[in-house]
């Protein structure tokens, strides 16, 4: 497919486009999302609760359909006791089924996901970044937040980005205006101050929480280091 241009004929340069079937804003956040632990079981997650982190998100990447569902339903459930916003990665239509606080998808979803009906349910909505032609397009579908990364460099998912590391975290928190963002990717208790440091509004971490020998204290020294540092700010 191409048109001719002076005898030859070039490529047409498709660009993928989100579907804009959504013109006004998701859900707005209740309040700032804060230390955002992202977690792969229920048992992890009833480990972290009772410390009422600032979001949670429950991403599953494995397991049969059965026990898929009944862990977001778990989940959702716990959630909901604690009074902790819990966020469903990818599974869409089970977190608007079963009630979840909200969804958050990468940005490869959204060629699949329904996100009028996400936004129909009054789910909140969380988008996935990772460079600003990615940012751009998140930016325009108005969600409740962002996630930006990965600022450092992880063993925890395979980046096919380079780290953008904090400079460019804090030009994306500037460019983002009033949606609030979340930094992600090779956050440990070393890097975390100067990630606080750039005035981003949550801060998402696996390995740093799930891998520690104990995940309670590990989130409970970075509740108390945030609260320093919006205190400090
Ligand atoms: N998403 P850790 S980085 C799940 O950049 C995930 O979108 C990323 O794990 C993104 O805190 C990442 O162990 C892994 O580095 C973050």
Redesign the pocket.
Known sequence: DGWPCSGHVLPRIQMEQPPLAVSSPFAVLSSEPGVYP?IDSVDMLQQLLPLKPGCIQL?IKTGSDGDIELAIMEAIALAKKYGVRLFINDYWQLAIEHGAYGVHL?QQDLETADLSAIQAAGLRLGL?S?GPFELARALQLQPSYI?L??IFP????Q?PSKPQGVKRLADSIALCGGTPTVA????DHHRFAQVCQTGVHGV?????ITRANSPSEALHSFKQQWEQQRAYH
């Open positions: 992202v991403r990468g996935s990772h996630a990364g990965h992880t063993d925890t998912k980046m992600i990717g090779g956050i998402a971490m696996v390995s740093a």
